[in-house]
Each structure stands twice: as structure tokens, then as C-alpha cells.
Nanobody
């Protein structure tokens, strides 16, 4: 059974930093690309960042230079380091794994950027 368990969300002031973690189980982690998405109420879930199995990354334009996705295969975990946070980054963040048959999602982590 594939599981993605997120941690690290919270409340932070504008300009602050947070790191999200997504620990996986039930899957041969090192062979899969991983992603982070986010969603605000009333809007569609949107792509944030992606990392391939060999470590290549890409980001949505609004977070380039501020967010960094990384992975530690030995820990079966993907991370999202978020720096210089803005109020518009406020959302529920989800980690994502595209499996062979279906997609898998974490439970979601609330990130709130507010003074």
C-alpha cells in the first residue's frame, strides 16, 4: 500500500521560511519522480515543483528562486524548502507521486503566510 505522509506546514510571517517533508512507503521511491502541488479554497490544485528520479527539477514561475525541491532516496522522502514566503503562497500543499496505474497524494499540509 502506497502512502505519502507530509509534515512541516504552519504559520509564518512574510519573508519567512518553512520546509515541507513527504515521507513515502510502499513504493520503490528512488525510481519515481515526485512533485508538490498547492490548492486554495475555490481554486484548482496547481503545480509547484517537480523532481525526477535522477534529481532534475522544475518549478512554476511564481516560486522560482524562492522554493527548492529535493529528495533523499535513503529516507524515501522528498522536501520542499520554501524561502521568502509571501501571503499569496498561503495554501494547502500536497506531495504527489505518479504511479504506474494511478496518482498518489499526501494528506495535505496547511501553509499560512501572514503577519
Amino acid at each position: 500500500q502506497v502512502q505519502l505522509v507530509e509534515s512541516g506546514g504552519g504559520l509564518v510571517q512574510p519573508g519567512g521560511s518553512l520546509r515541507l517533508s513527504c515521507a513515502t512507503s510502499g513504493v520503490f521511491f528512488r525510481t519515481y519522480a515526485m512533485g508538490w502541488y498547492r490548492q486554495v479554497p475555490g481554486k484548482q490544485r496547481e503545480f509547484v515543483a517537480h523532481i525526477t528520479s535522477d534529481g532534475r527539477t522544475n518549478y512554476t514561475d511564481s516560486v522560482k528562486g524562492r522554493f527548492a525541491i529535493s529528495r533523499v532516496n535513503a529516507k524515501n522522502t522528498v522536501y520542499l524548502q520554501m524561502n521568502s514566503l509571501k501571503p499569496e503562497d498561503t495554501a494547502v500543499y500536497y506531495c504527489h507521486l505518479r504511479g504506474v496505474i494511478t496518482d498518489y497524494w499526501g494528506q495535505g499540509s496547511q501553509v499560512t503566510v501572514s503577519s
